[in-house]
């Protein structure tokens, strides 16, 4: 008999002791990583491509559940390698922060209000290291977990769980009922030992069944679990996003324990208490049924609040961001279908030369060969995201209108799909004249107007297609090595230019945005800075010069 008070007198203070010094340990190593992490490329998360597939479904879901037509499209999505954006501003400390994250950059619709809150979380956040740290340890607590299928349930909560849930409650009291009358005889101490076989065999073989469920709802589980901290931590600051988070809480304080139990998780590898709580009292399962019950009846409550704690570590990401910046601009809106800016950059580029804009009329861009043009317009197009998703911009000066971005311009051939290049260019410049239709203001940027045809061709069509979309709603930014447009267009779109500087040393390019169109070509140039024959670079340049004078290219 002494020896089994001795047993329990264990495993009622020793293991939950060391427990608690585990988790202390953990705690403190995990407060000294954020601190060295803070400002500095270490904490970006750098998703690989399935990551990022993942990451978008939460904004998939979103979409067909409540459909908004303004958002950023696929198309524009993809030809601003948005992708390679959110890889490099991504801080997030769970999977929910990278997902909210993401949907915040296809949303161009956010009120004002909720922007200037946006930034005024981020600049306090930067500047108040207490009430940063425990938003951090508390988000972290969440877990980085990809492909959890939660979002699903999230919007179309169709749960299942498994039959006769009340076997799981008896098999949770019963080791511990043998447990205590062991000490009254200590026979039932070697029942208790088959009992917690038995449900050891239950554990497992239920995990097995219901693995792909489990896992969605032990997500949630945690988020909750996650937002019930929130609530109760000392956030200055903070006040109103906790005053709705603690609202939202009370609403599911039906599985408030059961959340807790669920999402509870290994917090170090030598941790072997967890896995034997849940294993002897068959917490999982038992959680798993309460928790299906309560978020079907609270299914517009768990979005929200899943939508409020990704919001805060989305806004952590936006301070880190300009911790590691520093000199990030708060955009201007303003009424009129214009863009101003000053020192603008592309974000993704390492040394970028900034450049300022005004673009109050239609656009045309010309220039040589790498010599900027793609970059700028890639550059103004982004900007105008951030400004409307994020309320940064990377430049000294921005003010725009709110207006929906749309581009066409990384085009490829479709195989699987059986469309050319040119069919493919065609749908993607159609698709925005189907926007402007319905009335929204766009700004609209095209990189190179219908190259997938011949010259003639492309010419005619695209100053058709140019002048469709001068006007209106609608402001186009377009750049082209077709000079042929800007005689065609002067009057209707503004001509600038970007040019090259040729000298001994080869052609540079000082990527600085001038007024009207280029006068200079660099192709030929190029072919003899790589070294091609004198006899072949002289050909081409009588070619050249004779087809300006009689428009033949073979002397008769």
């Not at 990583?33 to 690989?48: N, S």
């Not at 309560?294 to 880190?320: C, F, K, N, T």
Request: proline share 3%; glycine share 6%.
């Amino acid at each position: 008999m002494p020896y089994a008070w001795l047993i329990g007198l264990a495993v009622v203070v020793v293991l939950p002791l060391g427990y608690l010094l585990l988790k202390r340990r953990y705690s403190r190593r995990m407060r000294h990583m954020l601190q060295a992490q803070w400002g500095t490329r270490d904490a970006l998360r750098r998703p690989d491509a399935d990551q990022q597939r993942d990451i978008a479904r939460y904004w998939q879901a979103q979409q067909e559940h409540s459909p908004f037509e303004g958002a950023v499209d696929n198309t524009t999505w993809n030809d601003l390698d948005m992708d390679q954006l959110l890889a490099s501003l991504d801080c997030s400390h769970s999977i929910v922060g990278s997902e909210v994250l993401y949907a915040m950059l296809r949303r161009q619709d956010a009120p004002l209000s909720v922007l200037e809150r946006r930034e005024a979380l981020s600049v306090q956040l930067c500047a108040q290291e207490d009430t940063r740290l425990t938003l951090q340890m508390i988000l972290s607590g969440l877990g980085y977990h990809a492909f959890h299928g939660a979002t699903r349930y999230l919007f179309h909560p169709q749960y299942q769980m498994p039959q006769q849930p009340w076997r799981f409650r008896v098999l949770a009291v019963l080791p511990f009922t043998l447990v205590m009358l062991g000490f009254l005889w200590n026979g039932f101490f070697i029942a208790a030992i088959l009992a917690l076989m038995v449900n050891m065999f239950v554990h497992y073989r239920t995990q097995a069944v219901w693995e792909k469920e489990m896992t969605a709802i032990r997500h949630l589980a945690l988020v909750l679990h996650g937002a019930r901290k929130l609530a109760r931590a000392e956030l200055p600051g903070l006040e109103a996003e906790q005053q709705e988070i603690r609202g939202i809480v009370s609403q599911l304080r039906s599985i408030r324990l059961w959340l807790q139990l669920f999402g509870s998780e290994q917090i170090h590898d030598l941790d072997m208490i967890t896995p034997l709580l849940k294993v002897t009292f068959m917490l999982d399962m038992l959680s798993f049924v309460s928790i299906i019950k309560g978020l079907q009846r609270h299914g517009p409550d768990m979005r929200r609040l899943y939508e409020l704690v990704g919001e805060l570590d989305a806004v952590l990401s936006i301070a880190q961001l300009r911790a590691r910046h520093g000199a990030l601009a708060r955009p201007v809106f303003h009424e009129e279908l214009r863009v101003e800016a000053r020192g603008l950059c592309h974000p993704l580029v390492e040394r970028p030369v900034p450049n300022d804009l005004l673009w109050n009329r239609n656009m045309l861009i010309t220039g040589s060969n790498a010599s900027g043009k793609s970059t700028f317009i890639k550059a103004v197009a982004i900007n105008a995201v951030l400004a409307q998703t994020l309320y940064v911009c990377f430049a000294d000066s921005m003010a725009l209108c709110r207006a929906r971005v749309m581009t066409s311009m990384a085009i490829r051939d479709s195989v699987l799909a059986g469309e050319s290049y040119f069919i493919a260019e065609l749908r993607s410049l159609h698709r925005i004249v189907d926007a402007r239709a319905q009335g929204q203001p766009i700004l609209c940027f095209v990189d190179e107007i219908l190259r997938g045809t011949n010259t003639i061709e492309r010419i005619a069509a695209s100053s058709a297609v140019l002048r469709a979309l001068a006007g209106g709603n609608l402001l186009c930014m377009t750049a082209t090595h077709d000079i042929e447009l800007t005689r065609i267009l002067d009057g209707l779109y503004q001509n600038v230019h970007f040019s090259e500087v040729v000298d001994e040393h080869g052609v540079r390019f000082d990527y600085l945005l001038r007024e009207g169109p280029t006068r200079t070509r660099n192709a030929i140039l190029l072919l003899d800075q790589m070294g091609y024959d004198s006899a072949l670079i002289a050909e081409a340049r009588d070619n050249v010069r004779r087809f300006e004078m009689t428009g033949r290219w073979q002397a008769e």
